[in-house]
């Protein structure tokens, strides 16, 4: 009977101690967790305030972003990362309360077309200047003796030194 | 009985500027020269008309007649009566006043000044100045409510409620009550940046205007020479100079009053300000080639009339709301007949281009991919390529909505990173430019003179590379941009500032050999002769100093956020200076005006020990309207910015919530703008010179009336 006792007394002492253990554990873990003002603004940062214009949620001083801002730290405290964060807002809230629209589907549109659009400029350009240096005639610019640059200067400068001394 | 009186004034001007544009049209077509001076004196009128209204406008605003429904919305009862003036762009339809008048008084000014010069493009500068005018007028004088009944019958009853609304769109319409009190002004804007910023970026908006004026003219008139670029040159830059400044003011603003560190969001409203100025900046150098060369005529138009559309368009989107959500544009006739307004001048501008591509045939041809031509074309291409990535992704959102029924944004991480890399280019062609003489460079002495900058540059960047503490700050958030880049970019800046230096080095010397004048009295002479040239030079070196500050905070800006008990601190530590610490000492309260009560903290800054000063960042607490508003306090040095907001307090103080930044080399944003400004004034500056080269254009063109008045 006492052996008996004894026994479930060892068991119970033993399982508290585990349990304290893993309470305490569970509790440093958390505190080790709680994410800090930078590192939640951090993701706040790639959110847009979903009721004002043109603001991210980091800098939003309205309810909404506080409250929504909280939610980040709690997601980051279960260990989510950024980019789940990002999706869990998304998917809840819609695209548009991203930064950025997701690079999928219609939303490619946003990269794709300026990227186009810059290499089209940049290959008419090329084209441009490549068809009308062919068709200029080439004239070999006659080698000045001296610095001609500095020649057009002095030729300005006297220029315009006349016309001053003409007032 | 005031507001009548208004009211009858912006009616008249209404009416007189289309008489003006009509006369001035069929005067020139018919050759009846009295039409054309009746069409003058309409435009004077006009002015004046306008100038009335502003002035019973601003009485009813001072004077407080709630009666009138602006005046109840823009001002209280409460506010300083310097506020209440400056409420006159404090919302729509005083905007739309204000810029209206302001375009009458451009309008007068550009048709007086060039009448004896270029008669021969002065009807068709009524026409067109005067139809915009027309247009605004049109808006805030309550016409289109007079298509309410006609849509209405014709089954449109959704149009139809949108016109009559279009009544109480100007601004002296009045209320059958009369409200005790005001709304008052939006407290973001009681603010001395937000007073001058509104006039300043209209003044540049309205400036385009007369630039757009004189092309059409002298494209519809066939009198495509060299008159009329001459004549724009100074127009364009003022109307440059004002959209700088405006720009430039709302950075500022927006850095102090708006308390979230940073001073440019890439918002749609912001965008539709810096659209124009891109694609104007991009005409000012191409038009120096037309000068220059008789090339890219064409060209030309199409930059000058795609700014005026920007322009056009920029009011529009700020006016209307159409960014922030489709759904706000149907709920006021001004979206849509901006947009029809828009369109219409777009195609009539294109149409008349086509019909005239004849007379714009190049004088000259390229002659070589080293040439300033050839840099000048680049330029050219990149400012578009900005210009055209800011647009796609400010109207993106409204594409998204339309075509595919997904609401999006577009914040700043899409137009820092396309935008980015293409500012970069530009600096790199600024840089180039000067060095590169007309029509081709010999590679022997563009070597010579590219020597001292790609070492200085070179030099830069393997220094700063080498500089351990830079590579842990240097990484843009949300990138995977690094220290290589920024390190480039610094370098591109240092060699673009000793081209520029070398240039004022080269022109001295030369000056001081032919001359025989001392370096200082050299300097100073080549300057002034030279204005527009070196004024030029100035603006880039402006340019150079904003990108310093610029890339400064973009890449190594230091944040933190953190609650505080009385008495504790925190650190923050500066890539530059070392480490500040801040130490919250408690909070305070104080009335800052009859209507606005503040809460402040007090705050102990040292950086490394050493004693550095008290911030008070805060709240204001405006009664009225029921709102908060940040103030942030900053340190300023040369090297950075302390920038600390007060986000929240618990407990009457006990413990308080900071945010606080270091701005590394925002200064130099600033002190940039203003060498940028002071360039750009002293280009306008008039020279004798300049006033002599117009007036052998004007006799060189052969056709001119002699003046009759």
Same mark, same amino acid.
């Given at each position: 009977?006492?052996?008996?006792?004894?026994?479930?007394?060892?068991?119970?002492?033993?399982?508290?101690?585990?349990?304290?253990l893993?309470?305490?554990?569970?509790?440093?873990?958390?505190?080790?967790q709680?994410?800090?003002?930078?590192?939640?603004?951090?993701?706040?940062k790639m959110?847009?305030?979903?009721?004002?214009?043109?603001?991210?949620?980091?800098?939003c001083?309205?309810?909404?972003?506080?409250?929504?801002?909280?939610k980040?730290?709690?997601?980051?405290?279960?260990?989510?990362?950024?980019?789940?964060?990002?999706?869990?807002?998304?998917?809840?809230?819609?695209?548009?309360?991203?930064?950025?629209?997701?690079?999928?589907?219609?939303?490619?549109?946003?990269?794709?077309?300026?990227?186009?659009?810059?290499?089209?400029?940049?290959?008419?350009?090329?084209?441009?200047?490549?068809?009308?240096?062919?068709?200029?005639v080439?004239?070999?610019?006659?080698?000045?003796?001296?610095?001609?640059?500095e020649?057009?200067?002095?030729?300005?400068?006297e220029?315009?030194?006349?016309?001053?001394?003409?007032? | 009985?005031?507001?009548?009186?208004?009211?009858?004034?912006?009616?008249?001007?209404?009416?007189l500027?289309?008489?003006?544009?009509?006369?001035?049209?069929?005067?020139?077509?018919?050759?009846t020269?009295?039409?054309?001076?009746?069409?003058?004196?309409?435009?004077?009128?006009?002015?004046?008309?306008?100038?009335?209204?502003?002035?019973?406008?601003?009485?009813?605003?001072?004077?407080?007649?709630?009666?009138?429904?602006?005046?109840?919305?823009?001002?209280n009862?409460?506010m300083p009566?310097?506020?209440?003036?400056?409420?006159?762009w404090?919302?729509?339809?005083?905007?739309?006043?204000?810029?209206?008048w302001?375009?009458?008084?451009?309008?007068?000014?550009?048709?007086?000044?060039? *009448?004896?010069? #270029?008669?021969?493009?002065?009807?068709?500068?009524?026409?067109?100045?005067?139809?915009?005018?027309?247009?605004?007028?049109s808006?805030?004088?309550?016409?289109w409510?007079?298509?309410?009944?006609p849509?209405?019958?014709?089954?449109?009853?959704?149009?139809?409620?949108?016109?009559?609304?279009?009544?109480?769109?100007?601004p002296?319409?009045?209320?059958?009550?009369?409200?005790?009190?005001?709304?008052?002004?939006?407290?973001?804007?009681?603010?001395?940046?937000?007073?001058?910023?509104?006039?300043?970026l209209?003044?540049?908006? &309205?400036?385009?205007?007369?630039?757009?004026?004189?092309?059409?003219?002298?494209?519809?008139?066939?009198?495509?020479?060299d008159?009329?670029i001459?004549?724009?040159?100074?127009w364009?830059l003022?109307a440059w100079?004002?959209?700088?400044m405006?720009?430039?003011?709302?950075m500022?603003?927006?850095?102090?009053?708006?308390?979230?560190?940073?001073?440019?969001?890439?918002?749609?409203?912001?965008?539709?300000?810096?659209?124009?100025?891109?694609?104007?900046?991009?005409?000012?150098?191409?038009?120096?080639?037309?000068?220059?060369?008789?090339?890219?005529?064409?060209?030309?138009?199409?930059?000058?009339?795609?700014?005026?559309?920007?322009?056009?368009?920029?009011?529009?989107?700020?006016?209307?709301g159409?960014?922030?959500?489709v759904?706000?544009?149907? @709920?006021?006739?001004?979206?849509?007949?901006?947009?029809?307004?828009?369109?219409?001048?777009?195609?009539?501008?294109?149409?008349?281009?086509?019909t005239?591509?004849?007379?714009l045939?190049?004088?000259?041809?390229?002659?070589s991919?080293?040439?300033?031509?050839?840099?000048?074309?680049?330029?050219?291409?990149?400012?578009?390529?900005?210009?055209?990535?800011?647009?796609?992704?400010?109207?993106?959102?409204?594409?998204?909505?339309?075509?595919?029924?997904?609401?999006?944004?577009?914040?700043?991480?899409?137009?820092?990173?396309?935008?980015?890399?293409?500012?970069?280019?530009?600096?790199?062609?600024?840089?180039?430019?000067?060095?590169?003489?007309?029509?081709?460079a010999?590679?022997?002495?563009?070597?010579?003179?590219?020597?001292?900058?790609?070492l200085?540059?070179?030099?830069?960047?393997?220094?700063?590379l080498?500089?351990?503490?830079?590579?842990?700050?240097?990484?843009l958030?949300?990138?995977?941009?690094?220290?290589?880049?920024?390190?480039?970019?610094?370098g591109?800046?240092?060699?673009?500032? &000793?081209?520029?230096? @070398?240039?004022?080095w080269?022109?001295?010397?030369?000056?001081?050999?032919?001359v025989?004048?001392?370096? *200082?009295?050299?300097?100073?002479?080549?300057?002034?002769?030279?204005?527009?040239?070196?004024?030029?030079?100035?603006?880039?070196?402006?340019?150079?100093?904003?990108?310093?500050?610029?890339?400064?905070?973009?890449?190594?800006k230091?944040?933190?956020?953190?609650?505080l008990?009385?008495?504790?601190?925190?650190?923050?530590t500066?890539?530059?200076?070392?480490?500040?610490?801040v #130490?919250?000492?408690?909070?305070?309260?104080?009335?800052?005006?009859?209507?606005?009560?503040?809460?402040?903290?007090?705050?102990?800054?040292?950086?490394?020990?050493?004693?550095?000063?008290?911030?008070?960042?805060?709240?204001?607490?405006?009664?009225?309207?029921?709102?908060?508003?940040?103030?942030?306090?900053?340190?300023?040095?040369?090297?950075?910015?302390?920038?600390i907001?007060?986000?929240?307090?618990e407990?009457?103080?006990?413990t308080a919530?900071?945010?606080?930044?270091?701005?590394p080399?925002?200064?130099?944003?600033?002190?940039?703008?203003?060498?940028?400004?002071?360039g750009?004034?002293?280009?306008?500056?008039?020279?004798?010179?300049?006033?002599?080269?117009?007036?052998?254009?004007?006799?060189?063109?052969?056709?001119?009336?002699?003046?009759?008045?």
């Amino acid at each position: 009977m006492s052996e008996v006792l004894r026994t479930a007394l060892r068991c119970l002492a033993f399982s508290s101690f585990v349990l304290v253990l893993a309470l305490a554990w569970d509790v440093s873990g958390a505190l080790a967790q709680t994410p800090s003002p930078d590192e939640i603004n951090r993701v706040a940062k790639m959110l847009s305030c979903p009721t004002c214009a043109g603001i991210n949620v980091a800098d939003c001083p309205t309810e909404t972003c506080a409250q929504w801002r909280a939610k980040i730290g709690e997601l980051l405290a279960e260990g989510k990362t950024d980019q789940e964060i990002l999706e869990y807002f998304a998917a809840r809230y819609g695209d548009h309360v991203l930064q950025v629209p997701p690079t999928r589907g219609f939303f490619l549109g946003v990269w794709i077309v300026p990227i186009l659009a810059i290499l089209a400029g940049l290959g008419t350009f090329g084209y441009l200047v490549h068809r009308w240096t062919q068709r200029s005639v080439v004239r070999e610019i006659p080698a000045v003796p001296g610095d001609i640059v500095e020649d057009e200067y002095v030729r300005r400068v006297e220029q315009e030194l006349q016309l001053w001394q003409k007032k | 009985m005031a507001a009548d009186l208004g009211y009858v004034a912006l009616l008249l001007a209404f009416v007189l500027s289309v008489f003006a544009a009509l006369a001035a049209w069929w005067g020139e077509r018919r050759r009846t020269i009295e039409l054309v001076f009746s069409a003058r004196n309409s435009v004077l009128a006009v002015a004046g008309l306008l100038t009335l209204a502003v002035l019973i406008e601003l009485f009813l605003l001072l004077s407080g007649d709630f009666r009138v429904m602006y005046v109840a919305q823009v001002t209280n009862r409460a506010m300083p009566a310097f506020f209440k003036l400056t409420a006159l762009w404090g919302g729509q339809a005083g905007s739309l006043l204000f810029w209206s008048w302001l375009m009458a008084l451009f309008a007068a000014a550009a048709v007086l000044g060039g *009448w004896q010069r #270029t008669r021969l493009l002065i009807p068709k500068v009524i026409v067109v100045t005067q139809l915009t005018l027309a247009f605004f007028l049109s808006l805030i004088s309550g016409i289109w409510a007079l298509l309410a009944s006609p849509l209405e019958a014709l089954g449109m009853p959704a149009s139809a409620a949108l016109m009559s609304e279009m009544e109480t769109l100007t601004p002296f319409y009045q209320l059958k009550f009369t409200p005790v009190d005001g709304n008052g002004l939006n407290p973001l804007l009681r603010h001395w940046g937000m007073i001058i910023h509104p006039p300043l970026l209209y003044l540049g908006f &309205v400036g385009f205007v007369i630039p757009f004026a004189f092309a059409v003219a002298a494209l519809s008139t066939r009198q495509t020479g060299d008159l009329w670029i001459r004549v724009i040159r100074r127009w364009t830059l003022v109307a440059w100079l004002f959209l700088s400044m405006g720009l430039l003011v709302g950075m500022w603003w927006a850095y102090g009053v708006l308390g979230w560190g940073g001073y440019w969001g890439w918002d749609p409203v912001e965008n539709a300000a810096l659209m124009p100025w891109l694609t104007g900046t991009a005409f000012l150098h191409s038009v120096i080639i037309q000068e220059r060369r008789g090339m890219f005529k064409v060209w030309n138009m199409v930059l000058i009339m795609v700014t005026y559309g920007l322009v056009i368009f920029g009011t529009f989107l700020t006016r209307s709301g159409v960014v922030s959500s489709v759904h706000a544009f149907a @709920q006021s006739g001004v979206g849509p007949l901006f947009l029809g307004f828009v369109a219409a001048t777009f195609v009539a501008s294109v149409l008349l281009l086509f019909t005239r591509l004849d007379s714009l045939r190049s004088e000259n041809a390229l002659d070589s991919w080293v040439s300033r031509e050839a840099v000048f074309l680049l330029n050219n291409v990149l400012f578009l390529a900005i210009f055209f990535v800011t647009f796609w992704g400010t109207i993106f959102p409204v594409i998204s909505e339309l075509l595919a029924g997904q609401k999006a944004i577009v914040g700043p991480p899409f137009f820092n990173q396309v935008n980015g890399p293409l500012f970069g280019l530009l600096v790199l062609t600024m840089g180039i430019a000067p060095l590169m003489p007309w029509r081709r460079a010999s590679p022997g002495k563009l070597a010579r003179l590219l020597v001292w900058p790609v070492l200085a540059g070179l030099a830069t960047t393997l220094g700063l590379l080498a500089v351990p503490t830079l590579r842990q700050f240097a990484i843009l958030p949300g990138t995977s941009l690094r220290i290589v880049p920024v390190t480039a970019f610094y370098g591109l800046l240092v060699f673009t500032l &000793v081209v520029i230096g @070398q240039e004022f080095w080269r022109g001295t010397r030369t000056r001081r050999r032919a001359v025989g004048e001392a370096y *200082w009295t050299a300097l100073v002479n080549l300057v002034r002769y030279n204005r527009r040239r070196y004024g030029g030079y100035l603006v880039h070196l402006g340019v150079v100093l904003i990108a310093l500050g610029v890339i400064g905070t973009q890449f190594f800006k230091v944040e933190t956020q953190r609650n505080l008990a009385r008495g504790e601190s925190f650190t923050i530590t500066s890539p530059l200076t070392g480490t500040y610490t801040v #130490t919250y000492e408690g909070l305070s309260a104080s009335i800052v005006a009859e209507d606005v009560r503040r809460t402040a903290a007090v705050l102990k800054i040292t950086r490394e020990g050493q004693f550095v000063g008290l911030l008070q960042p805060g709240q204001d607490f405006f009664i009225a309207q029921e709102q908060a508003m940040t103030t942030p306090a900053m340190h300023h040095s040369l090297a950075e910015d302390l920038y600390i907001i007060l986000a929240g307090w618990e407990d009457g103080g006990v413990t308080a919530t900071f945010k606080a930044y270091v701005e590394p080399l925002i200064n130099w944003l600033w002190i940039g703008g203003l060498v940028f400004i002071l360039g750009t004034a002293m280009a306008v500056w008039p020279t004798p010179v300049e006033e002599r080269r117009i007036a052998v254009a004007t006799s060189a063109s052969g056709r001119v009336v002699t003046a009759r008045s």
